[in-house]
């Protein structure tokens, strides 16, 4: 079983930059593929991008290619998600969320067994 706690977010103007982060509490974050979704009031939550356990793979929503960029360290066990270039369609609350589903990163939310309680990233513009 692991914890996850989103911080960083907030207000942001459009064209800036924000970095959230998401910190896991155990001993095998290694373990876990992590992604980043998001949610808009509203909204259906939406995949944004996900990491593999190891950090080697990537995925990205084609939104946000370009702009966000997700990584992490596993020895303190934290991931990042570098957002920029923030557009005000980026507001929503963001979450991450651990899964141990190997095959493939996947980018539906049912994959993901554990899940933050989400950071609000507001964009203004």
């Known amino acids: 079983q692991v914890q996850l706690v989103e911080s960083g977010g907030g207000l942001v103007q459009a064209g800036g930059s924000l970095r959230v982060s998401c910190a896991a509490s155990g001993r095998t974050f290694s373990n876990y593929a992590m992604g980043w979704f998001r949610q808009a009031p509203g909204k259906e939550r939406e995949f944004v991008v996900a990491?593999?356990?190891?950090?080697?793979?990537?995925y990205y929503a084609d939104s946000v290619k370009g702009r966000f960029t997700i990584s992490r360290d596993n020895a303190k066990n934290t991931v990042y998600l570098q957002m920029n270039s923030l557009k005000a369609e980026d507001t929503a609350v963001y979450y991450c969320a651990a899964t141990t589903y190997r095959p493939l990163l996947p980018t539906t939310p049912t994959r993901y067994q554990h899940w933050g309680q989400g950071t609000q990233v507001t964009v203004s513009s």
């Open positions: 990491i593999s356990g190891s950090g080697g793979s990537t």
